[in-house]
Structure formats: structure tokens, C-alpha cells
């Protein structure tokens, strides 16, 4: 890859760039609002170059909806990046992949026919 960028010719930075994100939620974690904390950190060719914490705007009543909530924040700021990326000429090849460690959340984002509620 250093040889490329060194002497950089169409296409060698076309297929270069691939991004993951790791997420997680704390559900209720402050103890005087009860409101939850999102946390996301964007990697782009295993570099992180964003991280985001903060506390969610709205009391979640379980743990799904507060997990749900850090995973749509985080696909949104993701969206966005790569269109940013795109605007500067750099292209994001392949899907950005969100890992995250509530099961129920990941099965009802994959699946196109769920149904979400409360949501």
C-alpha cells in the first residue's frame, strides 16, 4: 500500500478504503435522569477517526431500545461520513459493517421483514 501512496496513479486509492464501526449502549446508566449513554467508534482502514459519547435524549424503558438507538446514530453519522468521503473524491468500497453486542438488536436489523415497535 505505501508504494501506491507514494506514487498514487487511477484506481490504487479507489479500493482501499473499507469501514467498521464498533457500538454500545449503557441502559439507564445515569442515575438521576435515567438516560441512557451511546457510545461509537469509526474505523476506517482499522484507523480510528471518529469516536462519539454521549447521553441519549430520551428515557429508554429497556435495554433493546437503548442498544436500537446507539445503532441508529450510528449508521446515521456513518451515512453521512461516507457521502462526505464520497463529496472528496475518496470512495468507501463494500459495506460498512456495525458491530455491537446486543443479539436481539442485530437479528431485528438484519432482517428486512421485522417489525419494530415503540420505536
Known amino acids: 500500500m505505501s508504494s501506491h501512496l507514494a506514487l498514487p ?9 473499507h ?15 435515567r438516560k441512557s449513554r451511546t457510545g461509537f467508534i469509526v474505523y476506517l482502514n482499522n484507523a480510528p477517526i471518529y469516536w462519539y459519547s454521549k447521553r441519549q435524549g430520551s428515557v429508554e424503558s429497556s435495554t433493546y431500545q437503548a442498544e436500537f438507538t446507539a445503532m441508529k446514530e450510528a449508521t446515521e453519522y ?15 468500497e463494500g459495506p460498512a459493517y456495525i458491530f455491537g453486542d446486543n443479539q436481539s ?3 431485528n436489523t438484519i432482517n428486512p421483514g421485522s417489525v419494530l415497535k415503540n420505536l
Open 19 to 33: 469501514m467498521f464501526a464498533y457500538l454500545d449502549a449503557d441502559h439507564a446508566g445515569d442515575a438521576v435522569t
Open 78 to 92: 456513518i451515512r453521512a461520513l461516507r457521502y462526505r468521503l464520497r463529496m472528496m473524491g475518496i470512495r468507501v
Open 105 to 107: 438488536v442485530l437479528a
Open 9 to 17: 496513479r487511477e484506481g490504487h486509492l479507489e479500493c482501499l478504503y
